[in-house]
C-alpha cells in the first residue's frame, strides 16, 4: 500500500486528491487531499471515480490501425510508420487537426498540441474551443488586448455575484478555477452577500441563490444591455479604470430600454433595471458569463457586455469583483493588436479567431470539393461526432477522410473513423500541471503531481504528440522527439536573453539550459515556464514580500521576453497556449512587469519551505515547487491591469468597433417574434462531455439523458413517454421529463450521448442520444465563430 497525491485532471476545478494504491499499482481509493491549500479536501464523484477511469478496462493500451474495415493492434513503430505514409500523402493546406477538451487538462496538450498543428503546415486548426469559450477570448482580445485576459469573480472576497449561463453545482466551474465552488458559493451567502442566478432552468445552482432569474434562452445579451442602458441613464456608472469608448458604448445601448429589452428575454423591465442598481450599489460585485452565454447566437456580445458592466460598475481589477490572475508558469506573451479574421474559411468565409476556424465549418470543409479540402484529419483527445454542432453530418464527413489518426485513449463514436488511433497511458503514469486553467484561478496557485505509476515500454503522451509533430513537419518517425524540446526550449531561452531589460538578458542560453532540470521534455519546459516567471527564479518575484511590486502596477511596457506567438510565426512559444482547448496563437497572460525586480520577496503563503528574500535565485522552479507535493498557495488575486492591458490605446477598450457593428443585429432582434419551443443543453455532476460514460458508478442510477419540458407544455402537446424533437438539421426520439424547474417554452437536453460505434460496453449499454444531431452547424456567433448549442428552435411531437 501507498499514497499518492495529484491533481485531478477531470474537470476546471484542480481537486488535491489524495489516492492510495496496492503493490500492483491498483488504485485502492481515491480521497480530497486535505492537506492542499486551494481544494481543501474537496472531492466530487468523477474525482473519486479516477481509478475505475484510469483501470477502465476498455481503455486502449496499444496503438490500432484499421485496414479493410479490421482493427489491428499493432507496435508503436509500425503506428508511426503508418501515420508517416498516410500524412505523406497528403498536403500540408489539405490537413487538419481538432484538440477537444482534455487538451486543456494534460501537459501534453498544452505544451505540445501547437506545436503539432503549426507543423502540418495548415490553417485548418479546429478545437472544441469554437463549441465553447470562443466569444470570450474575442471579447477580451478586443476589449483587453490579449484573448487570455479574461477577468474572474473574486470568489471569496465579493458581496455580489451575478452568474448567467453557469451551473457550477453540477460543473464545478469553468473559466473561473475555484475547487469546491459550491461552498464558495454558500460562503458568499453566509458573509452576508449576494447570489442572482440568470437561467432557463431552476438549476441546483439557481436553488442555492438569494434570486433566480428564469430567462428566455439567447436572450442574456439584451438583458445585459438593458442594464447598460439603466445605468447610464441613471447616471449610476463609476468607471476606475482608463477606458475609450465610453460615449459610443452609451450611443450603442441608447434603444434598449428595460421595456424594450424585457420583451425579448421575458425577464420584467423593473427587474432588468433593479439589478442594475443592486449591481452599481454592492461594494463589490462581479458578474460572471459562462456556457449558457458563449454557446449563443449573440455569443461574443454577451461577453462584451458582461466585462463591460464590471468596468461600468467599478468592479474591473478590484478585489471582490472581477480579477485577473497571475499564474506561475508562463510563455511569451503576444505583442501584435490583438485581430479576428485574419484568415477566413474556405466553404462559408467564416473569420478565424485564436488562429482557428469554427468547428461548426470542419464537415463542409471535407466535404466540399476544391483545392484546399480537408483530405487529411488528425484529432487529439476529441469527440466532435458528439461535441459538435450537426455532428450526424460530421460522422458522415469523416468517414470520407483520406487518412485520420486519432490520439484517445477510446475507440469512439470519431475515432472509429481513423486509420490510426495512438492511445495515451494511464492518467496516473502522466505528471501533471494546469498550465490552462490556473490562469483562469480564483487564487494564484500552484501545483505539479509527478507521475503516480512507471511507464513501461510505451511512449508519453507528450512524446506521442512530439513524434506526431515531427512526423509532419517531415523530418519522419525515427527521429528523437527530445528534439523538439531542446529546440523550443531554445528559442525561448534566446528569446528572453535577447530581450532588453529582461532579468536574464545578455546571459548564455546554454548556461540557462544546463540549470534547468526535469526528466523529461515536458517538466524541462515547465521549469523554464516556471523560472521565467512572475514569481521565478530567474528574476520574478514573489507576492507578499516587499511591497515594492505594486510600484509596478500600469508598467505596462515592461513586456520582458515577448515574441509573438502567432500561428504564422515559425518560432514555437514555450508556452503553448492557455484556455483555447489547444488552439494557438493565444498565450497566457502577463507577467511581463514583474520580471526584473530587484530583491525578491520572501515568505511564500503556503506550507513547508519558506523562501529566502535578496538574490531573486530563489523563487519558484520546478525543483522548489516539488517542495510542495499538495500545492503551493500564492495568495489572493491582485491588482494588475496595467500589465494585463494590451490594447493599441492602453486602455479598457468598451466600444471596439468590430463589437458595435454588431449591436445592430441584437437591435433588429429586440422585435423579432420568439419560436415556440427552443433547446437548451444541460450538465450532470457524475457526467463529462462525452466520455465518462464507460465508468459503471457514474451511469448507474435513472437515466439522465433526458428532454426536460415543463409539465403544462408537455400537458398541452401531449407528450409522455418519448416524444419525436425536430430541428433545421435533425430529428430524434427521446425520453421526456416533465419538470416544472425549467420555463415554459424551453426544453433542455445533455450534450455528449448517442453513444455508437463505441468498443465501450458500459457505455453501449447507457447509449442515451445525441443532442448535436438537433443542432444547427449553419448558425454561428459571426464574432467568435463559436457554434449556437443554446435557443435552437425545435418542434416537439409525440413518438
Ligand atoms: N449540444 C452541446 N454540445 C456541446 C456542448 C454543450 O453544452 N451542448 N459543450 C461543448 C463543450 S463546452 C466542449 S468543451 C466540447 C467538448 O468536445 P470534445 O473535446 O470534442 O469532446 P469530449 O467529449 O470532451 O471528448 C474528449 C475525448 O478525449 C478523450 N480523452 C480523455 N482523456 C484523454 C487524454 O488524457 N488524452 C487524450 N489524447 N484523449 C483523452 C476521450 O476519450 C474523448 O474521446 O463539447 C461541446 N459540445
Ligand atoms: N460534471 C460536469 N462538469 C463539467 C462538464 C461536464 O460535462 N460535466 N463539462 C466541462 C466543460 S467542457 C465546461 S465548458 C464547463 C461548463 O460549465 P458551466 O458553464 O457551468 O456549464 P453548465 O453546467 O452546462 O451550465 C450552463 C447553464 O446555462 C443554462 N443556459 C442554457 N442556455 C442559456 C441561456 O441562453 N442563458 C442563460 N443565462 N443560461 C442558459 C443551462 O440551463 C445551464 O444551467 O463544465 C465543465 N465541467
Ligand atoms: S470537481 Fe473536478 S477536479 Fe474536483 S474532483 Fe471533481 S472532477 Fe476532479
Ligand atoms: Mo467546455
Known amino acids: 500500500m501507498r499514497t499518492a497525491h495529484r491533481t485531478c485532471p477531470l474537470c476546471e476545478a484542480v481537486c488535491g486528491l489524495t489516492i492510495t494504491l496496492d503493490d500492483g499499482g491498483r488504485v485502492t481509493r481515491v480521497r480530497g487531499d486535505d492537506a492542499d491549500p486551494f481544494s481543501k479536501g474537496f472531492i466530487c464523484p468523477k474525482g473519486a471515480s479516477l481509478g475505475r477511469l484510469d483501470e477502465d478496462p476498455d481503455r486502449l493500451s496499444a496503438p490500432l490501425v484499421r485496414r479493410d474495415g479490421e482493427w489491428h493492434q499493432v507496435s508503436w513503430a509500425e503506428a508511426f510508420a503508418a501515420v508517416e505514409r498516410g500524412l505523406a500523402a497528403v498536403p500540408g493546406p489539405s490537413r487538419a487537426i481538432y484538440l477537444g477538451n482534455p487538451n486543456a487538462h494534460t501537459m501534453a496538450g498544452t505544451l505540445y498540441a501547437s506545436p503539432l498543428a503549426r507543423s502540418l503546415g495548415t490553417r485548418q486548426v479546429f478545437s472544441a474551443s469554437t463549441a465553447d469559450q470562443m466569444p470570450k477570448h474575442v471579447s477580451a482580445g478586443l476589449m483587453f488586448g490579449d484573448p487570455l485576459a479574461i477577468p474572474v469573480p473574486d470568489l471569496d472576497r465579493t458581496g455580489y455575484l451575478l452568474m448567467l449561463g453557469a451551473n457550477p453545482l453540477e460543473s464545478n466551474g469553468s473559466l473561473c478555477t475555484a475547487p469546491d465552488f459550491p461552498g464558495r458559493l454558500k460562503a458568499l451567502r453566509a458573509r ?39 445605468l447610464f441613464a441613471e447616471k449610476l456608472t463609476d468607471v476606475r479604470v482608463p477606458v475609450s469608448g465610453l460615449d459610443e458604448l452609451e450611443e450603442a445601448a441608447r434603444n434598449f430600454t428595460p421595456e424594450a429589452c424585457a420583451a425579448v428575454c421575458g425577464v420584467p423591465a423593473a427587474q432588468i433595471a433593479r439589478l442594475a442598481r443592486e449591481l452599481a450599489a454592492a461594494p463589490e460585485a462581479a458578474v460572471y458569463g459562462r456556457i449558457g452565454t458563449c454557446t449563443v447566437e449573440f455569443g461574443t456580445l454577451t461577453q462584451w457586455l458582461v466585462d463591460v458592466l464590471n468596468v461600468l460598475t467599478g468592479n ?207 517538466e524541462l519546459r515547465l521549469d523554464a515556464m516556471l523560472r521565467l516567471g512572475p514569481y521565478g ?117 468598451l466600444a471596439p468597433e468590430t463589437i458595435t457593428a454588431d449591436v445592430a443585429r441584437l437591435r433588429d432582434a429586440l422585435g423579432r ?4 419551443f427552443v433547446l437548451i443543453g444541460r450538465r450532470h455532476l457524475r457526467s463529462n462531455n462525452s466520455w465518462m460514460h464507460n465508468v459503471a458508478p457514474l451511469v448507474g442510477g435513472s437515466n439522465r439523458c433526458t428532454l426536460q419540458i415543463h409539465p403544462a407544455d408537455a400537458a398541452e402537446l401531449g407528450l409522455t413517454g418519448e416524444a419525436v424533437v425536430r430541428s433545421a438539421s435533425g430529428k430524434l426520439t427521446v425520453t421526456v421529463e416533465p419538470t416544472d424547474t425549467i420555463m415554459r417554452g424551453v426544453v433542455s437536453l445533455p450534450h455528449g450521448w448517442g453513444h455508437a460505434g463505441s468498443t465501450q460496453a458500459v457505455a453501449a449499454e447507457h447509449a442515451g442520444v445525441s443532442a448535436n444531431v438537433l443542432t444547427d452547424e449553419s448558425v454561428v456567433d459571426p464574432l467568435s465563430g463559436n457554434a449556437v448549442f443554446n435557443g435552437v428552435p425545435v418542434t416537439l411531437a409525440p413518438a
Do not use: C
Open 673 to 676: 417574434e420568439a419560436s415556440p
Open 192 to 230: 452576508g452577500g449576494r447570489l442572482v442566478v440568470v437561467d432557463p432552468r431552476r438549476t441546483r445552482t439557481a436553488a442555492l441563490a438569494d434570486e433566480h432569474v428564469f430567462a428566455r434562452p439567447g436572450t442574456d445579451a439584451h438583458l445585459l444591455m438593458g442594464m447598460v442602458h439603466t
Open 537 to 653: 527564479a530567474w528574476g520574478g518575484r514573489l507576492p507578499y514580500g516587499d511591497g515594492a511590486q505594486d510600484a509596478d502596477l500600469g508598467a505596462r511596457d515592461a513586456d520582458h521576453g515577448a515574441q509573438d506567438a502567432d500561428l504564422s510565426a515559425q518560432d514555437a512559444d514555450l508556452s503553448a497556449q492557455g484556455a483555447d482547448h489547444g488552439g494557438q496563437g493565444a498565450d497566457h497572460g502577463g507577467q511581463g512587469a514583474d520580471l526584473g525586480g530587484q530583491g525578491a520577496g520572501s515568505g511564500v503563503n503556503g506550507t513547508g519551505a519558506g523562501n529566502g528574500s535578496g538574490s531573486g535565485d530563489e523563487g519558484l522552479s520546478l525543483a522548489t515547487l516539488r517542495a510542495y507535493p499538495h500545492g503551493l498557495d500564492i495568495g489572493p488575486l491582485r491588482e494588475r491591469l496595467g500589465e494585463v492591458l494590451r490594447t493599441a490605446s492602453g486602455t479598457v477598450e
Open 316 to 522: 474591473l481589477d478590484r478585489p471582490g469583483g472581477a480579477m485577473f490572475p497571475r499564474p506561475a508558469a508562463v510563455g511569451p506573451r503576444r505583442r501584435k493588436p490583438y485581430a479576428t479574421g485574419r484568415w477566413h474559411s474556405r466553404v462559408r468565409g467564416l473569420p478565424e479567431a485564436n488562429g482557428e476556424l469554427p468547428v461548426a465549418a470542419l464537415a463542409e470543409e471535407i466535404e466540399t470539393p476544391g483545392e484546399g479540402r480537408i483530405r487529411a484529419l488528425v484529432t487529439v483527445a476529441g469527440n466532435p461526432v458528439l461535441s459538435a454542432p450537426g455532428g450526424e453530418r460530421l460522422d458522415r464527413a469523416l468517414a470520407g477522410l483520406e487518412f485520420m489518426v486519432s490520439v484517445d485513449p477510446y475507440l469512439n463514436e470519431t475515432t472509429r473513423h481513423a486509420h490510426v488511433i495512438l492511445p495515451p497511458p494511464r492518467v496516473l503514469q502522466s505528471g501533471h500541471y494546469d498550465f490552462a486553467l490556473l490562469g483562469f484561478a480564483v487564487r494564484d496557485y500552484a501545483r505539479y503531481s509527478p507521475p503516480v505509476l512507471p511507464m513501461a515500454d510505451r511512449p508519453s503522451e507528450s512524446e506521442i504528440l512530439a513524434r506526431l509533430a515531427m512526423i509532419a513537419s517531415g523530418q519522419g518517425a525515427e527521429t528523437d522527439p527530445a528534439l523538439l524540446d531542446e529546440l523550443i526550449l531554445d528559442q525561448a531561452l534566446r528569446a528572453a536573453v535577447g530581450t532588453p531589460g529582461s532579468p536574464v538578458e545578455g546571459r548564455d542560453p546554454a548556461e540557462l539550459r544546463a540549470m534547468l532540470t526535469g526528466t523529461t521534455g515536458a
